[in-house]
């Protein structure tokens, strides 16, 4: 490949060969260092173990150090006069990604922007590449020359023993086992050994195990008109020789979770696989239950999972005795051999997208995943994402419409708060009057009630009303947020704690009635129990839910009524099914509405449906209320009505006007670096080059910024952002490597290139 010989030099070496024109070579890419891919011989004896899809080690420049790269292809070709090395050996003795997964991941470095070992070792867990839960040890066995002559070989009783205990055994043991089974030390084993009767290797071996949920079967339920017209749908595409990716639009509590088994029962029943994506972790164990309850062998994929257990389920998909991979986010990467359907359920949250390189969208990857194996691809939701309602609507997904709840039951009736007239004197805190009437009719009528308040902590702001000093976070200048738990401060972003303040920290003010403001979950709970403190409450967000399965506790407690109020972030707005609740408050419903964001309204719009849908499920109807500083904002209005195509209609030809997402492409160029002249002048610079190959190619590249990032300092850095918006998306792609080629980056400055970015803070 390109740059080879400059990189390998021209002395020659033992493992280059100069005269043959034609090899069996190996192509292969590094998950750090040069980027592009390089050319190694196989040798003879390595024929068979170098394979697509495992790893091996290679020599790499003139000191030919070893280096760990990924086998891409292997073809028997010419190669000219190029002085190729030889593959020096197979770090994997099982393939780890099949041809479809390859070819997937080549995409996925084009899309994304990402070199291809960047993205092979993001597909392939740190825990397999590991070896976590493994060891190595020697096994035994007698080779089959042995074997066929033991009656006529003389030798001691005990080797005997030995020798012919080893040969009748199904596979090989290690020393230890056939010691014991023999009854003997470890001399007869040795003397076998140094005779050459019996051959030993070493190999990586797995000691872990996980028991599965004892789940009690449920049998198939029966589907309603819509429910089946659904599954008839997609049982087509199933069948279909290029299936389209399906929109599946059904309300909360309309029962897609159902269509979605008996989809997969009938995959399973071709003696394929499924993969069923869900957004939060706290949704996993639901999810798996759900599906537990009516599939055999279920394994579960998700980043709260110890090394050891990831790699042993990892595994057990790859072996095929797999029915259902239930994860978040990265499950898109399960390994399944047989794979028939991918499910994408709530594929409109947010956390399907990845922060870290590569920078990927598992809807996308999915959809891409879903071309390559030539399988359906089901995108679940009750408010679809712009991206997938628009292509819904230009024939590029097949549209599924389930407007009706389950039996007929009617969406809870949503009401808006107003908070701006709220401030009577009694009711200061979070929850309003109307709120607190709801609260306690619902809890005198045996209901539970779920509050969302999308904000940690317990205070929002901590400021001295004397001098107005603002007590933020000295590496992101962000307000720090008060946990009351331990009496800390702490920046959400990057960790830093420090013990709240008594008085105010400015040493020529110290005001001792500093005062706390704003409002997180952990007051909310506070103000909760104050108000209820007869009834159990737990309280759901990051800091109550670190230990594993603490999610799962908590869901059971709900689901056995033995809590009657949970106080929750997002994590409790999606995907949870429990008949009796029957009250559902929105605490603060402009938290993110009026960030500087794309998609602010769509969020707010998404979340209030979602956690709206949580009532009304069982038979005892339900109420929502939304409190709001912005009740006439037209995303609050639209999911108060749960309309979602008058929130779409409203929204989409603003984006179409402003060339945002999903009509034109966008990316994301964000940089950082201790020193703000430096960042800005690179974010200048970046702009200049960006405009001067658009008037160079005579195609459209719309830029906004630079700009200081809405958060401008970030753990010490300073950050620039330039947000990009082109119909061309190869246009905009060859922008961004120009930049890279030609734009000199100083030594503290570092920046990346976001493709379809979600987060724009």
């Keep these: 490949m390109k740059n080879q010989k400059g990189l390998f030099g021209d002395e020659s070496t033992p493992w280059e060969q100069d005269d043959a024109q034609t090899g069996l070579v190996a192509q292969v890419v590094m998950s750090t260092g040069p980027e592009q891919t390089f050319d190694y011989l196989v040798p003879d004896a390595l024929v068979g173990e170098i394979l697509p899809g495992r790893r091996v080690y290679v020599p790499l420049g003139r ?50 922007l990402a070199s291809w070992g960047q993205v092979l070792d993001a597909v392939i867990p740190a825990a397999v590449r590991g070896n976590a839960g493994t060891r190595e040890v020697t096994l035994l066995s007698v080779p089959r020359e042995v074997a066929v002559r033991i009656a006529t070989i003389k030798l001691p009783e005990k080797q005997l023993h030995v020798l012919t205990t080893l040969a009748a055994s199904s596979k090989p043991m290690t020393p230890g086992d056939l010691a014991d089974k023999c009854r003997c030390t470890q001399a007869p084993i040795t003397g076998l050994r140094k005779k ?10 797995s000691h872990a195990h996980f028991d599965d949920l004892d789940i009690e079967r449920e049998p198939s339920k029966t589907l309603n008109e819509v429910q089946t017209a659904a599954l008839k749908t997609i049982l087509a595409q199933v069948d279909a020789p290029q299936p389209k990716p399906i929109l599946l639009h059904g309300v909360t509590g ?42 055999d062998r279920i394994a579960v994929l998700h980043s709260h999972m110890s090394d050891v257990e990831r790699h042993w389920q990892w595994k057990r998909i790859a072996s095929g ?97 107003d908070m701006r007239y709220d401030k009577t004197t009694s009711f200061r805190g979070a929850i309003s009057r109307q709120l607190y009437h709801s609260m ?45 738990t331990d009496g800390s401060t702490v920046c959400h972003y990057c960790d830093y704690r420090s013990s709240a303040p008594r008085v105010c920290p400015v040493p020529t003010c110290r005001y001792s009635g500093i005062r706390f403001s704003g409002i997180g979950t952990q007051k909310l709970e506070q103000e909760v129990k104050s108000k209820f403190g007869s009834y159990p409450i737990i309280r759901m967000d990051s800091d109550t839910m670190k ?81 709001t500083l912005s009740p006439d904002h037209p995303a609050i209005e639209a999911a108060t009505r749960h309309d979602y195509a008058l929130f779409a ?75 990009l918006h082109s119909f061309d998306r190869l246009l905009m792609r060859a922008a961004v490597l120009r930049v890279r080629e030609k734009v000199v980056v100083p030594d503290d400055v570092l920046w990346i290139a976001d493709v379809d970015p979600i987060d724009m803070m």
């Design 254 to 295: 309309s029962g897609k979770t159902e269509v979605y088994i008996q989809a997969i029962q009938h995959v399973i029943d071709q003696g394929k696989q499924a993969i069923v994506l869900v957004p939060e972790i706290s949704l996993t164990p639901q999810t798996k239950q759900r599906f537990a309850s009516r599939f």
């Design 321 to 417: 005795i797999v029915n259902v991979v239930v994860g978040a986010r990265s499950a898109v990467f399960a390994p399944t051999p047989q794979l028939g359907m991918i499910i994408l359920d709530e594929e409109h949250d947010s956390s399907f997208k990845q922060d870290s390189v590569p920078r990927y969208h598992a809807r996308e990857v999915a959809a891409k995943r879903a071309e390559y194996e030539k399988i359906p691809l089901i995108l679940g939701t009750a408010t679809p994402s712009l991206e997938t309602y628009y292509r819904a609507q230009q024939g590029e997904y097949e549209l599924i419409s389930m407007p009706h709840r389950i039996g007929n039951r009617p969406l809870p009736a949503v009401r808006t708060v």
């Design 196 to 205: 050459k009767l019996v051959t030993s290797e070493v190999r990586r071996v």
């Design 547 to 627: 230990k594993p399965g603490s999610h799962e506790a908590a869901l059971e407690r709900f689901r056995n009524r033995e809590v009657k109020i949970l106080v929750g972030t997002q994590m409790i707005a999606k995907g949870l099914d429990f008949p009796n609740v029957t009250l559902v408050g929105v605490i603060n419903a402009d938290t993110a509405l009026h960030f500087p964001d794309v998609r602010a309204g769509e969020r707010t719009f998404q979340l209030i449906t979602q956690v709206a849908g949580r009532t009304g499920r069982g038979d005892l109807g339900g109420e929502v209320l939304v409190q």
């Design 440 to 484: 306690k009719r619902t809890l005198e009528q045996d209901g539970q009630i779920i509050l969302l308040l999308n904000r940690r902590g317990h205070s929002t702001h901590i400021q001295c009303p004397a001098c107005g000093h603002l007590v933020e976070c000295p590496h992101c200048e962000i307000p720090l947020t008060h946990h009351i």
């Design 63 to 112: 000191s030919n150090r070893r280096v760990m790269a990924y086998c891409v292809a292997v073809e028997r070709k010419e190669y000219g006069t190029r002085k190729l090395k030889y593959v020096l050996s197979a770090l994997d003795q099982q393939t780890l990604l099949s041809s479809q997964m390859l070819k997937m991941t080549q995409w996925m470095a084009e899309y994304y």
């Design 649 to 723: 209609e409203r929204e989409l030809p603003f984006r179409r006007d402003f060339q945002m997402t999903p009509f034109a492409h966008m990316v994301r160029i964000i940089a950082r670096g201790p020193t703000q002249p430096a960042v800005e002048l690179f974010m200048q610079q970046v702009s200049e080059e960006l405009a001067r190959f658009a008037q160079e190619q005579g195609g459209d590249i719309s830029q906004q910024g630079p700009a200081p990032a809405p958060i401008e300092k970030l753990r010490g850095n300073y950050r620039y952002h330039l947000l």
